[in-house]
């Protein structure tokens, strides 16, 4: 029985290197470049609860950023993309609100 095994182990073995590498899922509680962005930027001045229901599309967030920006916020343009795109994804329009624990 074991050269059996050993046989279809060498006649699989091929097999396993052409096949594709199976694409590496992202753990729970992954890093997130845009929300880890916006907690250290935005949570300087600002609780979650200031912005989470304000449901904008990216050009919305963008402008919020701006007008951040013209308040004193230091950012470059490549931190306030990252962080409209983010804002827009996770609190866009059409995005559902997370559901409020029941009291």
Same mark, same amino acid.
């Given at each position: 029985?074991?050269? *059996? ?6 006649? @699989?073995?091929? &097999?396993?290197?052409?096949? #594709?590498?199976?694409?590496?899922? #992202? ?7 845009? /929300?880890?962005? !916006?907690?250290?930027? @935005?949570?300087? @001045? ?5 912005? *989470?229901? =304000?449901?904008?599309? /990216? /050009? %919305?967030?963008? =402008?919020?950023?701006? *007008?951040?920006?013209?308040? %004193? %916020? ?7 993309? !990252?962080?409209?795109?983010? &804002?827009?994804?996770?609190?866009? #329009?059409? !995005? *559902?609100? =997370? =559901?409020?624990?029941? /009291?």
């Amino acid at each position: 029985m074991t050269v *059996r095994k050993a046989l279809l182990a060498l006649t @699989c073995a091929p &097999l396993l290197l052409l096949s #594709p590498p199976a694409q590496a899922q #992202p753990a729970a509680g992954a890093a997130n470049p845009g /929300r880890d962005m !916006v907690a250290s930027k @935005c949570f300087q @001045c600002h609780t979650d609860s200031m912005f *989470r229901d =304000a449901r904008q599309d /990216r /050009r %919305g967030w963008e =402008a919020t950023i701006y *007008r951040m920006i013209g308040r %004193g %916020g230091l950012w470059t343009p490549d931190e306030i993309k !990252v962080m409209a795109d983010y &804002l827009s994804e996770a609190l866009g #329009p059409n !995005v *559902r609100p =997370a =559901a409020t624990e029941a /009291r």
